[in-house]
């Protein structure tokens, strides 16, 4: 049963931390999303990649914020220093992308808390 | 930014009505996607419509699209209590490869 899988579920951290969270999408997915859900903004995109390259990260605090994929299996969002205003749930999703975006399949989550 | 609004925010009904969410948008787009979110978990693609499409089935789930009004709603026939969840529509504009999503509908089915 191909999944988008995340790591990890849960991070409670100090203010100042890094927090690096990791996504692997469905083999054979050729695009890839990272989304920030909080109660008060909804589902913001934070970066997208089509065949690994960035091609969006224009909703990311750039001084704070990097996302990589330093392969097809592994994607990454890290946050450096992080604060408690980056509290919210982390989603990451992949899909196929020929044309339109299309379906994505999301993972479960990371949910950051940054005290 | 949001372009996709769903309305109503919140709805509450018996197990056994139907249930209809609408949602709105302002640009032209390729299509319009609906996920449900159970609480704790991530979104489940549930059915995508494209412009030149005007309804969609899936089960029980029936999609209507009027581009014309930049409108669609989902309708949940015969819910269940499992259908309780919340419920986002998607936009992916023309030009851009980036989906819009709605704040969602959130759906509580009473036993």
């Known amino acids: 049963d191909a999944r988008v899988t995340q790591t990890p579920r849960h991070k409670v951290t100090e203010m100042g931390q890094e927090v690096t969270m990791r996504c692997q999408p469905i083999?054979?997915?050729?695009?890839v999303f990272w989304y920030r859900q909080t109660m008060m903004q909804g589902l913001e995109l934070l970066a997208y990649?089509?065949?690994?390259?960035?091609?969006?990260d224009s909703g990311m605090p750039k001084d704070r914020f990097s996302a990589e994929m330093p392969d097809a299996t592994l994607a990454t969002l890290k946050i450096q220093p992080s604060e408690p205003r980056d509290s919210a749930v982390y989603f990451c999703?992949?899909?196929?992308?020929?044309?339109?975006?299309?379906?994505?399949?999301f993972g479960e989550g990371s949910r950051l808390t940054v005290l | 930014s949001q372009q996709g609004e769903e309305d109503p925010q919140a709805l509450s009904i018996q197990e056994g009505e139907n249930a209809t969410m609408n949602c709105s948008y302002k640009?032209?787009?390729?299509?319009l996607q609906w996920y449900r979110q159970n609480s704790g978990r991530g979104l489940v693609h549930l059915i995508l419509i494209r412009s030149n499409e005007r309804e969609k089935h899936s089960g029980r789930l029936r999609v209507t699209l009027d581009t014309s009004k930049k409108s669609s709603s989902l309708l949940i026939t015969a819910s269940r209590a499992a259908d309780t969840a919340s419920y986002f529509c998607?936009?992916?504009?023309?030009?851009?490869?980036?989906?819009?999503w709605g704040a969602g509908t959130k759906l509580i089915i009473k036993p």
């Open positions: 990649f089509r065949n690994r390259a960035p091609l969006d």
């Open positions: 640009t032209s787009i390729n299509n």
């Open positions: 083999l054979g997915h050729n695009t």
């Open positions: 998607a936009t992916e504009g023309i030009s851009n490869y980036q989906l819009i």
């Open positions: 999703a992949s899909g196929v992308g020929t044309g339109d975006t299309g379906e994505l399949f």
